[in-house]
T-cell receptor, first 116, second 116 residues
Framework: GAVVSQHPSWVICKSGTSVKIECRSL??????MFWYRQFPKQSLMLMAT?????????EQGVEKDKFLINHASLTLSTLTVTSAHPEDSSFYIC????????????FGPGTRLTVL | AQKVTQAQTEISVVEKEDVTLDCVYE???????LFWYKQPPSGELVFLIR??????QNEISGRYSWNFQKSTSSFNFTITASQVVDSAVYFC?????????????FGTGTRLQVTL
């Protein structure tokens, strides 16, 4: 159990376009999902915490108008990178925490975004 | 504030050697969780272990073992008889018990290269 999927696994887009990334918990309900960003050979940086049915909580320095997060159901959270620019190119990873549990996060396989 | 330090950035070993990955953490909370995740070249983070602050018992799972020492704030990870498939980046992480707002603080990761 505890499988998290992400779609797409990779995406290439032109500068100025918006890209939506989906994160789904496949076999459990997740009241909380997290979005991370990882640059090459670096650690994961938490971008925001997404709670089902409420607004996401963004970390300091993360532009909420740039990275739109929606957590509409207990199994789906989406991250939309609006008006993407080359500096937004990165590896985006989501994680989900089981409903009622506050400890372990289970991670998706990640989405590699390349903005040309 | 929480902090996780993985002083070893890269380690190279020959197959069948034992290797220990170090992790030192800092927190003022008395209740917390420690984690190890594996990130193979594919990018997906694989959950390996979770330990809570009240359980200092060491754990062994196959070739993997973990040594939790509160006195030194360390949570080291040993791979016995390493294999090429163990090549990956390993992250140590810390979460304090703040209810639904619990976040993971990651170390910078240790890249393990196992060669024949």
């Amino acid at each position: 159990g505890a499988v998290v999927s992400q779609h797409p696994s990779w995406v290439i887009c032109k500068s100025g376009t918006s890209v939506k990334i989906e994160c789904r918990s496949l076999d459990f309900q997740a009241t909380t999902m997290f979005w991370y960003r990882q640059f090459p050979k670096q650690s994961l940086m938490l971008m925001a915490t997404s709670n089902e049915g409420s607004k996401a909580t963004y970390e300091q320095g993360v532009e909420k108008d740039k990275f739109l997060i929606n957590h509409a159901s207990l199994t789906l959270s989406t991250l939309t990178v609006t008006s993407a620019h080359p500096e937004d190119s990165s590896f985006y990873i989501c994680s989900a925490r089981r409903q009622g549990r506050t400890d372990t996060q289970y991670f998706g396989p990640g989405t590699r975004l390349t903005v040309l | 504030a929480q902090k996780v330090t993985q002083a070893q950035t890269e380690i190279s070993v020959v197959e069948k050697e034992d290797v220990t990955l170090d992790c030192v953490y800092e927190t003022r909370d008395t209740t917390y969780y420690l984690f190890w995740y594996k990130q193979p070249p594919s990018g997906e983070l694989v959950f390996l272990i979770r330990r809570n602050s009240f359980d200092e018992q060491n754990e062994i799972s196959g070739r993997y073992s973990w040594n939790f020492q509160k006195s030194t704030s360390s949570f080291n990870f040993t791979i016995t008889a390493s294999q090429v498939v163990d090549s990956a980046v390993y992250f140590c992480a810390l979460s304090v018990n703040t209810g639904t707002a619990s976040k993971l603080t990651f170390g910078t990761g240790t890249r393990l290269q196992v060669t024949l």
